[in-house]
């Protein structure tokens, strides 16, 4: 008989690792690129499938190299690694696209248009009420948050905004300004 001490596990946690930093990397990158997304004039399922499709592709590729043979509770543990790959794998995934389509923009295609004011608000926080205005562009709905000095969005119908064409085709904003 062996003792505790003497016992080394034969498995190789490289790839486990791998995937715990990927992880975490991923939940970060993906809060950024909503900051990212919040500046560029894209549909919201594109940033969506982009988030949640390559990861499901690379889920099964992942589960083999981790588990040789069939393991025991696939189901669970198909699950979370679905999970973990979704909110890893897809927030680095994301956030190159969406990265690539902001810094690499067309800096010779800059474009300033009036767009028409859809919709005013107020989104409420904890301890601050932010004023918002919803403005159409090329068919696109797009929130735009005032700057918390600015509350008097009633009085303004237009928004002059000024943008470059992005690295993917999405247009991203570089001004905006409001217009009475």
């Given at each position: 008989m062996q003792s505790l001490k003497a016992y080394k596990n034969p498995v190789n946690n490289t790839l486990g690792v791998i995937l715990f930093f990927s992880f975490w990397a991923g939940l970060i990158l993906a809060g950024f690129s909503i900051n990212l997304y919040e500046a560029t004039f894209i549909p919201w399922y594109i940033p969506v499938a982009v988030y949640i499709v390559p990861a499901l592709v690379l889920s099964p590729l992942v589960l083999k190299m981790l588990f040789r043979e069939r393991p025991k509770y696939v189901i669970a543990k198909c699950f979370i690694l679905t999970i973990g790959n979704v909110a890893g794998l897809g927030g680095i995934i994301l956030y190159t696209f969406m990265a690539v389509n902001f810094y690499n923009v067309?800096?010779?295609?800059?474009?300033?248009?009036?767009?028409?004011?859809?919709?005013?608000?107020?989104?409420?926080?904890?301890?601050?009420?932010?004023?918002?205005?919803?403005?159409?562009?090329?068919?696109?709905?797009?929130?735009?948050?005032?700057?918390?000095?600015?509350?008097?969005?009633?009085?303004?119908?237009?928004?002059?905004?000024t943008v470059n064409h992005g690295y993917f085709g999405f247009d991203v904003v570089k001004k905006e300004e409001f217009l009475k």
């Open positions: 067309d800096e010779g295609a800059v474009t300033t248009q009036k767009v028409p004011i859809v919709a005013r608000g107020f989104n409420k926080y904890k301890t601050s009420t932010v004023p918002y205005v919803v403005v159409k562009y090329k068919n696109l709905s797009k929130e735009f948050q005032c700057p918390y000095d600015y509350s008097p969005v009633y009085e303004f119908h237009q928004m002059q905004v």
